[in-house]
T-cell receptor, first 113, second 114 residues
Framework: NAGVTQTPKFQVLKTGQSMTLQCAQDMNHEYMSWYRQDPGMGLRLIHY???????DQGEVPNGYNVSRSTTEDFPLRLLSAAPSQTSVYFCASSYSWREGSQYFGPGTRLTVT | EDQVTQSPEALRLQEGESSSLNCSYTVSGLRGLFWYRQDPGKGPEFLFTLYSAGEEKEKERLKATLTKKESFLHITAPKPEDSATYLCAVQGSISSGSARQLTFGSGTQLTVLP
């Protein structure tokens, strides 16, 4: 198993550009989530999904969209990048939302100039 | 709103010098408390789940304990390879409305010197 994979590993965007961060898992997990990690602020939940076709907002959803058309994939879209979205983004998954023991991907470091 | 506070922010230990990391939490009904380890440039790695006050879990030099207001991660005779950031997270109960998401603390950065 590859576990949770994320692409790209690094990305630089200009303000106003859009892009999609990719996340995939091969463990047949129902639950997937996106976090951002900023210095001194820990991990903050952006969006999550409890299964294909079902998504919901987390703590900091503004400026981001998600969709879950398959069990394996959970892309995160930045609609119009802003410098405040400069961060490290992590995707995570678990068998069910009932489990808090999540598997995390390696992260995407995003810089918005 | 669930809240998690970890202390200290950073901790430097000599190899073999035991210590504890603290995680204080506020949650309306605790479903679970989780400890993760994060190495620089990598994603967090799950360590332990604790469900109720009085519960303890151990793994090698690490032992996690839980009370009704806080959790401790005890590190016994640490080695340099234990150097990492340790994150604590809580999951609220179904009735609290936060059962489907984790709330993380900002972590404790542990450095173990040889």
């Amino acid at each position: 198993n590859a576990g949770v994979t994320q692409t790209p590993k690094f990305q630089v965007l200009k303000t106003g550009q859009s892009m999609t961060l990719q996340c995939a898992q091969d463990m047949n997990h129902e639950y997937m989530s996106w976090y951002r990690q900023d210095p001194g602020m820990g991990l903050r939940l952006i969006h999550y999904s409890v299964g294909a076709g079902i998504t919901d907002q987390g703590e900091v959803p503004n400026g981001y969209n998600v969709s879950r058309s398959t069990t394996e994939d959970f892309p995160l879209r930045l609609l119009s990048a802003a410098p405040s979205q400069t961060s490290v983004y992590f995707c995570a998954s678990s068998y069910s939302w009932r489990e808090g023991s999540q598997y995390f991907g390696p992260g995407t470091r995003l810089t918005v100039t | 709103e669930d809240q998690v506070t970890q202390s200290p922010e950073a901790l430097r230990l000599q190899e073999g010098e035991s210590s504890s990391l603290n995680c204080s939490y506020t949650v309306s009904g605790l479903r679970g408390l989780f400890w993760y380890r994060q190495d620089p440039g990598k994603g967090p790695e799950f360590l332990f789940t604790l469900y109720s006050a009085g519960e303890e879990k151990e793994k090698e030099r690490l032992k996690a304990t839980l009370t009704k207001k806080e959790s401790f991660l005890h590190i016994t005779a640490p080695k340099p390879e234990d150097s990492a950031t340790y994150l604590c997270a809580v999951q609220g109960s179904i009735s609290s409305g936060s059962a489907r998401q984790l709330t993380f603390g900002s972590g404790t950065q542990l450095t173990v010197l040889p």
